[in-house]
């Protein structure tokens, strides 16, 4: 299978600059807690993450190590973040998607089975290709765990967690295992209800007007990044089909080219080649939009997300705090219960504050983050794009060049 | 604004004045009728047609069904009237039934359109000892269905093979694909090469019909235009093409005898068989089937223009609703973008389609194919006189004297078969051999000035995208 030739690539990642590769965010780097993905193995359905430590923090036992971790314990790292009351009034920042070779892996199978139909030419060209769109989905995968890691490392509150440094630092098996049936099933039940809630608790109007323009704004935000993010993945999958064609298309002339050396032929040629390498560039641009504009959209549609949940969450609080209130005026004209009443109303007015306080500085921050992450993006994308028409029109000219001046 | 006057001496009808409006014709008719349309002194026959029951109308062109429709038309010779010298068919396009009158139970009205009239100039150069010939194909008139004309212009020399020196005929796109057919099932199997017809664009087709007056159907008319113009140019190249009186009654009769695009359907079907004789043959015609299903592939690029729209209407959505307002017209000047490269994929992918049609003129495996057939005639008929030999010579000891005699007068016959079939074959490969070596001094000419254009466009589209993301990157800069 393809994936064996794959297994060594200690080094395949050093052709990059170290450093958090934070492509869809920017964050600051700090020098008391760096944190980024040395090495990423992939083995036949897992991949092994190398998560590399610099700290000079007194927390830490020593001030630069190394871990390996797998996807389920970034998710359980995530998901202890999301289940700590503590954090309610955070923005927690998303999972990383589960790496997905799938598609990859049944292309190349069907490349396997389907090699006695094609010419030695056109196998080897696919193969390569194929070759390095499994590799950009490796890379992409790794990139999307560290920045997880590295959101969480420069979060003010989360870097301190307890479960992160342990997660840094423990050089053994954290045992995490998968959730298994049941507790997927508890999952599930608890997604409808939480969702049932957010329906009913989104309906409470709120009395800061910051928190009810950040409602309708996320709200609409979000269904809109969705929408665009889903475009822009069929438009990039047709940008790369297009160019997939072309590259069949100079296969077959290549093939009639080499039929015998007529004149005929020789053009056969030449259009073949140039085609090759339009279809090269053409694919370049594919890749680079899917880096610079899909990966940007799907990373704000699970930003956006977590803000809505934190927004909930806050709801939720008021709703408590609002409930509490009536009960301890309940108490309060029947005269019992009132100091337990009290003390409820207290907690809830307490955590209401909290999550209000620490919420309003994460959804500015928010805003921050992603006008600059779009900015950077969208500026890179018209850069690479500039590069490769410029690339496109140099090829052209010059194949132009050759062929009129053979007249 | 004409008259029509439903001529009275044809068939019994009953039929009130009509007016004819360009481009549309009210009739009101009932039975069977005749029509001829009065304009000033001309007078013509546009169709005849019947109409029994007012359910069971034919939207087809009706000038097909209708049994050779006179068409001896004169027109004043205005000199501003462009239908000068020129047939002009007048035919039934998606009837509608509106009843017009009260009187009378059966009144039909039908809404036609004039077609588009392409005009085809034949030229003669002056001089030279082989003649040459120059076809132009004109503009189309009238948006609709196609027509061309055939106008003559200057004829300087004078051609034994035309009747007339000066003619314009005008034919339909259909019509030219019914000549394609024609000719190839007349000369691909003896060996030569038929040109091929343009290809038909039901992408492009729809755009017209629906009457859209965008540049895309504007270049689609114009690339068809030139698709013909080439068509015709190389089959009257043709030496032996040329001499056709197929060919020489397209070029020059006003009638109009072309059987609509069916034919071509028969042609396409023959193309399609393949029989292996020998290696590098069917590895040609492989790879030309290859070529084939790849260039039908790339019209997958129209998904790509669809796509795209799609993502820039999300993206100018997405726009709208970000609160920052720098990377909110940033987002919006995204969208924008995205939906001028649209545009430019799609124009892109019209001038593929036809590069695209004009290499897969350069197949030359029908006539391959033809050959192989030939072959595989001739050494079927050389097995079976084989087999009728064996018997023979089994009857030899049996007492049956009239089967004996049969089967003698049965290898007779065969063996003239087989001579027959060694000789279409010899004859065949003779014939191929010299298409292709004329065949490809020609296209080698045509394949490199269509390669041209197809790379200067390429060159052009890529000037306008960088164009495009030049405009953008400053606003993308300018979000802080």
Known sequence: MMQEGLDDGPDFLSEEDRGPRAVNVDLQTDATLQVDISDALSERDKVKFTVHTKSTLPNFKQNEFSVVRQHEEFIWLHDSFVENEEYAGYIIPPAPPRPDFDASREKLQKLGEGEGSMTKEEFTKMKQELEAEYLAIFKKTVAMHEVFLCRVAAHPVLRKDLNFHVFLEYNQDLSVRGKNKKEKLEDFFKNVVKSADGVLVAGVKDVDDFFEHEKTFLLEYHNRVKDASAKSDRMIRSHKNAADDINRIASSLYTLGTQDSTDLCKFFLKVSELFEKTRKIEARVAADEDLKLADLLKYYLRESQAAKDLLYRRSRALVDYENANKALDKARAKNRDVLQAETSQQLCCHKFEKISESAKQELIDFKTRRVAAFRKNLVELAELELKHAKGNLQLLQSCLGVLKGNT | ?480
């Open chain 2, 1 to 480: 604004m004409q008259d029509v006057v439903l001529s009275q001496n044809r068939n019994p009808v009953t039929v009130a004045a009509v007016k004819l409006l360009k481009p549309e014709l009210f009739l009101l008719f009932s039975g069977k009728v005749e029509v001829s349309l009065e304009s000033d002194e001309s007078v013509f026959t546009v169709f005849s047609l019947e109409a029994s029951q007012p359910a069971s109308l034919p939207a087809e062109d009706i000038s097909t069904n209708s049994n050779g429709p006179k068409q001896d038309l004169l027109f004043d010779d205005d000199p501003e009237d462009l239908f000068a010298e020129a047939t002009e068919e007048v035919s039934l396009d998606s009837p509608e039934r509106d009843v017009l009158l009260s009187d009378g139970p059966s009144f039909y009205c039908f809404q036609m359109n004039l077609k588009v009239c392409f005009f085809v100039q034949i030229e003669e150069e002056e001089g030279g000892d082989s003649f040459d010939i120059h076809i132009s194909v004109s503009e189309p008139r009238e948006v609709g269905d196609f027509m061309f004309f055939l106008s003559p212009s200057s004829r300087q020399t004078s051609m034994s093979l035309f009747k007339q020196k000066d003619f314009s005929v005008k034919r339909r796109f259909s019509d030219f694909l019914g000549l394609h057919s024609k000719l190839a099932s007349k000369y691909l199997h003896i060996g030569y090469i038929v040109p091929p017809a343009p290809e038909k664009s039901i992408v492009g087709m729809t755009k017209v019909k629906v009457g859209k007056e965008d540049q895309s159907s504007n270049e689609f008319v114009e690339k068809r235009r030139s698709a013909l113009e080439r068509y015709l140019m190389r089959t009257v190249k043709h030496p032996i093409l040329l001499k056709d009186p197929d060919v020489l009654q397209f070029l020059e009769s006003s009638e109009q005898r072309w059987t609509p695009a069916n034919g071509n359907k028969a042609a396409d079907a023959v193309n399609k068989m393949t029989i292996k004789m020998n290696e590098s043959d069917a590895v040609k015609a492989a790879a030309f089937e290859n070529l084939d299903v790849q260039l039908r592939k790339l019209h997958a690029s129209v998904k790509l223009s669809v796509n795209t729209a799609q993502f820039a209407k999300s993206a100018a959505m997405l726009g709208n609703s970000e609160d920052h307002t720098a990377l909110s017209r940033a987002l919006s000047q995204l969208a924008e973008v995205e939906e001028k490269i649209d545009q430019l994929h799609q124009d892109q992918a019209n001038g593929d389609f036809y590069l695209f049609s004009e290499l897969r003129g350069l197949r030359t495996t029908g006539v391959f194919e033809h050959r192989m057939k030939t072959w595989q005639k001739w050494q079927d008929s050389q097995m079976l006189l084989q087999k009728k030999r064996e018997a023979e010579a089994k009857l030899q000891f049996t007492n049956k004297p009239d089967k004996l005699q049969q089967a003698k007068d049965e290898i007779k016959e065969l063996e003239g078969k087989v001579q027959q079939g060694e000789r279409d074959f010899e004859q065949i490969s003779k014939t191929i051999r010299k298409e292709v070596s004329r065949f490809e001094k020609e296209r080698v000419k045509d394949f490199k000035t269509i390669i041209v254009k197809y790379l200067e466009s390429l060159v052009l589209t890529q000037q306008q995208l960088i164009k495009y993301w030049e405009a953008f990157l400053p606003e993308a800069k300018a979000i802080s």
